[in-house]
């Protein structure tokens, strides 16, 4: 869904600094969903999104999507993790769904200096776009860690906003908040990740949302009315 004229509020930047992004400023019943990571690869998943046009955006780390090293422990155990590698990214980007950047490794981007946080975070924009054929434009850091020199490093790598989210999905599609109402709110950016049963459990929260009268927004469009990108 794309948002009305005037609908969004303008999220302030003055250029100068990268704007931090944990939700949309709208009063309409919208959220947005995103997806991190990259492991479990399961082709339902990407069935559902190309099927029934369900707007997400993912942010991959080359670990993940290329199965080096061992899967985020919660989780669990996989049938798909790294099954299509690129391949499955892009079919995702095939079926409508942005790229962006979720560093090469997935550090704690505040054990790091300056230069190597650049070197994560403008490695896996480059990657992402030699695989993809496009270039990130928003930056999601592991655990939501984040610093100053992050800022200056993802804005460096050609990164417009550092994105963040309200509340996590688990596995089941159970919503865990970051709020203490424990309810959706309109601009709720929810994060999921490419976990096992991923069809299964999305197929769980689409329905959900839905159920309590939300729709699912286009989260580019929404961020280019809120930060009044030009374009
Ligand atoms: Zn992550």
């Keep these: 869904m794309l948002p009305r004229p005037g609908e969004v509020k303008e999220i302030p930047s003055d250029g100068s600094v990268l704007p931090v992004i944990s939700s949309i400023p709208t009063r309409r019943k919208v959220v947005f969903l995103t997806i991190d990571d990259g492991w479990e690869q ?36 996989g049938k798909y993790v790294g099954r299509g590698k ?14 962006e950047n979720h560093t090469l490794t997935h550090p704690n981007l ?5 230069t190597a946080q650049k070197a994560e975070i403008c490695g896996s924009s480059k990657l ?17 860690n984040y610093g100053a020199d992050t800022l200056r490093a993802a804005k460096a790598c050609g990164i417009e906003a550092l994105l963040l989210w309200t509340a996590t999905v688990q596995p089941g599609g159970k919503i865990a908040y970051q709020v203490p109402d424990k ?10 990740h490419f976990r096992p049963n991923l069809a299964r459990d999305f197929a769980i929260l689409v329905a959900k949302i839905r ?5 699912l927004g ?3 469009a929404y961020l280019k009315a809120a930060l009044r990108r030009a374009k």
């Design 128 to 144: 992402i776009r030699k695989h993809i054929g496009a270039r990130p434009t928003l930056f999601r850091p592991p655990f939501g």
């Design 218 to 220: 286009n989260l580019d």
């Design 42 to 77: 399961d082709p339902g998943f990407v069935r559902q999104v190309r099927e029934q046009r369900i707007p997400i955006t993912a942010f991959v780390t080359r670990d993940a999507v290329e199965a080096l090293g061992a899967p985020d422990p919660a989780g669990g155990e």
């Design 183 to 192: 309810r959706l709110r309109p601009g709720d950016i929810l994060l999921l």
């Design 110 to 114: 505040r054990t790091l200096g300056y």
């Design 211 to 215: 159920r309590r009268g939300y729709e």
């Design 86 to 99: 690129w391949g499955y990214v892009r079919q995702l980007r095939e079926a409508g769904v942005p790229i």
